[in-house]
Nanobody
Framework: QVQLVESGGGLVQAGGSLQLSCAAS????????VGWFRQAPGKEREFVAA????????AIANSVKGRFTISRDNAKNTVYLRMSSLKPEDTAVYYC???????????????????WGQGTQVTVSS
């Protein structure tokens, strides 16, 4: 059974930084790609960033490029989303998701991820 747990969300002022973590409980031999998505009230879930199993391939949404970075520590089964220069429009629930097939590929499609965490709230005040 796969379990993803996000942490690190909270309230921050505009211009501030936060680092989200996604801890995965998986079988030792599992390889998986991870994506971060976010959903604001009344809006659809949108892609933020993704990273493949090796960490060599990443993808970042244009809306956060230059401000957010994604990384991973496979020894800890944890993926990080470092967010800086935060804006009020970054306010949303942030979800991490795992993809076990094609783990060396990065994808921005919600439909390509089979496992999701419960989400962590990020609120950016102006």
């Amino acid at each position: 059974q796969v379990q993803l747990v996000e942490s690190g969300g909270g309230l921050v002022q505009a211009g501030g930084s936060l680092q989200l973590s996604c801890a995965a409980s998986v079988r030792t031999e599992s390889t998986y790609a991870v994506g971060w998505f976010r959903q604001a009230p009344g809006k659809e879930r949108e892609f933020v960033a993704a990273i493949n199993w090796s960490g060599r391939n990443t993808a970042i949404a244009n809306s956060v490029k230059g401000r957010f970075t994604i990384s991973r520590d496979n020894a800890k089964n944890t993926v990080y989303l470092r967010m800086s220069s935060l804006k009020p429009e970054d306010t949303a629930v942030y979800y991490c998701a795992a993809r076990f097939g094609g783990s060396y590929v990065v994808t921005a499609s919600v439909d390509n991820y089979g496992y999701w965490g419960q989400g962590t709230q990020v609120t950016v005040s102006s």
